[in-house]
């Protein structure tokens, strides 16, 4: 594998650090005019999220990670993992518990899904920013509670429970943003 | 950001000229560098391929040439482009604009006042008022910001420091002593600079300043070597550094050591053979106008002032 030097240094690098794949987030050159270069580098461990700072003397290398981001199309899960296919290749990996992490509660069948691969396999899975999904269960709106801007949790069919306003009903189609876990709004269906 | 540019290096002409000194054209490509150990140059090729030389970091060793040859100048500067390979960041660029002057007679308080006169002038013109010039010891900060005597701490001590301040070093074994200062300056003293004062920081270990003068002095009782040599900060950000100049050929060439011996190059060899033939007693400055700018501006990155930085050449 390639490697990458302090001067190669850039945000959005994919390195190894300590064994995991990291993401290059932000690299700060240190230099006073006469002394030692550093490079002073925050990055995150692809597979914890954990934030790392680390500083390397000019000239240090770190390895580079084979990590590939890429559009798969999710396909189903039977509870143990996660099947994705890349819908030009037609290619299909399978996700475990660990990578795809709390995002199992977004997935809908045939949505469109940011992978991360890590030597060919998926080490984070990110849901559409946007996901349109039906309500399961929600207890019935009161009439007259509209005014107050009260809201009750909704269960979406995938699982995941959102804030919805109290005239949501069972059956509706609602538009939520995965990255906040909030209702946007109605979908006519 | 064009005008302020074109008007303060058109001011920092006039201010030196005003005093009679003289404007060097210094060559930008040399045949080799000068002997900063860590200051990489650009080095320089043939169409064909062959090596043929390098650009030039600072007008140092040319400078002091001619002032071995013409010891009467009262003053000499250049003003113009120097290069430093892989120095790049939000404070540094590969290629940018050097004031370096020799004030011939001056001693380290002489330069500090001819600095501050020159930062002052530049900030009237910017129409900001004068600020206040804090002088601080580089053995005082170590002691009230770290509680380290940076004279006499090893490797050890100053790494287990910057782990104190959650500076976490890669490859950490490879770290000199001088890196640990370095590094300790650069994370953790600079930042505490107040933005709106300058900071005149004098008192540097022997070790950081490979061609000023040596002054004999007491650290907290025990006696200490350090460098004639002074850092102005605006803020947090480097501006100036100025030596008191060494004049002892020998000297110069035991402090450079195996450097010296190597210096097989032709304008290392150069400079040697003037320093033995006599400098003038001087002090040297070296001023980032980019960094002027940047502080003037209160820019926090050098791209801001550039008209062109190398990101977008």
């Given at each position: 594998m390639a490697t990458y030097s302090t001067n190669e240094f850039r945000s959005g690098l994919k390195v190894m650090l300590d064994g995991d794949p990291a993401n290059m987030m932000e690299n700060e050159f240190v230099k006073p005019g006469k002394g030692q270069a550093f490079s002073r580098v925050k990055l995150k461990n692809l597979k914890t999220g954990k934030t790392i700072e680390r500083t390397f003397k000019s000239g240090d290398s770190l390895e580079a990670a084979d990590v590939h981001e890429l559009e798969m199309q999710y396909l189903f899960s039977?509870?143990?993992?996660?099947?994705?296919?890349?819908?030009?290749?037609f290619e299909q990996v399978v996700a475990t518990r660990e990578a795809v992490g709390d995002s199992s509660q977004w997935l809908k069948e045939q949505d469109m899904c940011h992978i991360t691969l890590f030597n060919g396999n998926p080490i984070q899975v990110l849901p559409p920013n946007h996901?349109?999904?039906?309500?399961?269960?929600?207890?019935?709106?009161?009439?007259?509670?509209?005014?107050?801007?009260?809201?009750?949790?909704?269960?979406?069919?995938?699982?995941?429970?959102?804030?919805?306003?109290?005239?949501?009903?069972e059956g509706e189609v609602l538009r939520c943003d995965t990255r906040t876990g909030e209702y946007l709004s109605r979908v006519k269906t | 950001m064009l005008i302020r540019r074109a008007r303060l290096k058109r001011l920092l002409r006039a201010e030196l000229d005003a005093r009679d000194w003289l404007e060097i054209d210094a060559p930008a490509?040399?045949?080799s560098g000068d002997f900063e150990p860590n200051i990489a140059l650009f080095r320089v090729s043939l169409p064909d391929g062959t090596p043929t030389g390098a650009l030039h970091s600072s007008p140092e060793l040319m400078i002091k040439r001619l002032l071995c040859a013409y010891p009467d100048l009262p003053g000499t500067y250049y003003l113009g482009p120097v290069f430093r390979a892989g120095e790049a960041g939000a404070r540094h660029n590969p290629e940018f604009t050097m004031l370096e002057w020799y004030e011939t007679g001056a001693d380290l308080e002489a330069a500090i006042a001819t600095t501050l006169a020159l930062i002052d002038s530049a900030r009237h013109l910017a129409g900001l008022p004068a600020v206040p010039a804090r002088h601080c010891d580089y053995g005082a900060l170590f002691r009230e910001r770290l509680d380290l005597d940076p004279y006499h701490a090893d490797a050890i001590a100053l790494g287990r420091a910057a782990a104190e301040h959650g500076i976490d070093v890669v490859a950490a074994q490879d770290m000199r002593r001088d890196?640990?200062?370095?590094?300790?300056?650069?994370?953790?003293?600079?930042?505490?600079?107040?933005?709106?004062?300058?900071?005149?920081?004098?008192?540097?270990?022997?070790?950081q300043a490979a061609m000023a003068r040596l002054a004999d002095t007491r650290f907290e009782g025990r006696p200490v070597r350090v460098a004639e040599?002074?850092?102005?900060?605006?803020?947090?950000?480097?501006?100036?550094?100025?030596?008191?100049?060494?004049?002892?050929?020998?000297?110069?060439?035991?402090?450079?050591?195996?450097?010296?011996?190597?210096?097989?190059?032709?304008?290392?060899r150069r400079f040697l053979n003037a320093l033995a033939h006599g400098l003038p007693d001087c002090s040297g400055v070296a001023l980032g106008v980019d960094r002027l700018l940047m502080w003037l501006s209160g820019e926090s990155d050098i791209d801001a002032v550039l008209p062109f930085s190398s990101r977008r050449v």
């Open positions: 039977d509870g143990e993992e996660w099947h994705f296919m890349d819908p030009e290749t996901v349109e999904l039906k309500v399961v269960e929600t207890d019935p709106g009161l009439r007259g509670d509209t005014a107050t801007g009260g809201t009750k949790p909704a269960t979406l069919e995938t699982g995941a429970v959102v804030k919805v306003p109290l005239f949501i009903e | 490509l040399i045949d890196d640990w200062l370095d590094l300790l300056m650069s994370v953790v003293i600079e930042p505490s600079f107040p933005t709106d004062a300058l900071t005149v920081l004098t008192g540097y270990p022997a070790s040599r002074f850092e102005v900060y605006g803020g947090g950000l480097e501006l100036a550094n100025g030596y008191h100049e060494l004049t002892d050929a020998a000297e110069q060439a035991q402090r450079l050591g195996d450097q010296s011996r190597e210096a097989a190059d032709a304008t290392q």
